[in-house]
């Protein structure tokens, strides 16, 4: 298998893939500016190659998978869909907890009728927690509901998203997990045991936020190290993500066709293993 491949949920997938949130509008809340431009995206991205889009139907709410049905239904083969439950959104683009197994349902049902499928490839169970950042309970009631959902028929495989270790151990105890999805990147390493450990078992680590939490000293020095590769600073943190781990996907979003393919030429970026140690110095306290 190629180091830009990964075996998840069942098949091999290019292991830099697209995340759809920003197709919805500001706040990801509403209809886009431009649907046709977010259709193009769409298009263009599995034109070269995407075969990995991250959804939910709570982006819009419902706009994005709307958007993906128009853009490519029938969907190739080889494209897996993977969408999350456990949220949705108040009138005023609020974020709400809706994580009771009649909750978890709904959800599924509105991701299969706008996806316009009869089974969902990967459905994560998003934990709110402390918005971007986990926070430790149980979570077996709600992936029980999920199992439950799978053997119905609905779902063909369970994630996690926004999860502690212990969570992940807790719902691994009732259900195979696939993916865990959490906040990760080049400064934000709290995950970096259980991504090791994750690599062990064969399950993808799906980080989200590949820029977010950086501090201005940490955008300087990252930026320095980009334009010394002659890349974007978005693509020297994309690239270390995919040599961090070879069970790390990626789902960097965009609206722009531009922006799409400035990301997905990260994968061809080569790292050397003194630039690898600069990037991975970022992470340490001044």
């Known amino acids: 298998m190629s ?3 990964y075996s ?13 949130m920003q197709l919805a509008g500001p706040g990801v809340f509403g209809p886009p500016k431009d649907r046709a431009a977010a259709v193009a995206v769409l298009r263009e ?4 190659g ?10 819009g709410p419902h706009v994005t998978n709307q958007i993906i049905r128009e853009a490519l239904y029938p969907y190739p083969e080889r494209l897996l869909l993977v969408t999350k439950v456990g949220a949705v959104r108040g009138a005023d683009a609020s974020w709400l907890p809706a994580q009771e197994p009649d909750d978890l349902e709904r959800a599924v049902h509105d991701n299969l009728r706008n996806l316009g499928l009869d089974r969902l490839d990967v459905v994560n169970m998003r934990i709110l927690g402390a918005t971007h950042a986990p926070s430790e309970g149980s979570i077996a009631r709600q992936v029980t509901a999920l199992a439950g959902l799978q053997r119905q028929g609905l779902i063909r495989h369970i994630g996690l998203s926004n999860v502690t270790a212990a969570q992940v151990a807790e719902a691994r105890g009732i259900a195979p997990i ?3 999805q959490n906040h990760y990147n080049l400064v934000h390493r709290q995950d970096d045991a259980l991504v090791d450990e994750l690599a062990r078992e064969g399950i993808a680590y799906v980080p989200f936020f590949p820029l977010g ?6 955008s300087g020095e990252l930026s320095r190290i980009a334009a010394a590769l002659n890349a974007t600073p978005m693509q020297v943190a994309l690239a270390w993500l995919l040599h961090r781990s070879p069970n790390i ?10 922006h799409l393919h400035e990301n997905l030429q990260a994968a061809q970026l080569a790292l050397s293993a003194s630039t690898m140690a600069e990037l991975d110095a970022l992470a340490q306290p001044a």
């Open 3 to 5: 180091p830009l491949a």
């Open 8 to 20: 998840f949920a069942g098949r091999s997938i290019n292991r830099m893939g697209y995340g759809a």
């Open 45 to 48: 991205a599995v034109a070269v």
């Open 50 to 59: 995407v075969d990995h889009i991250d959804t939910s139907d709570f982006y």
């Open 178 to 180: 696939v993916c865990v």
């Open 213 to 218: 939490g950086f501090s201005p000293i940490q």
């Open 249 to 258: 996907l990626l789902i960097p979003g965009t609206s722009s066709v531009k």
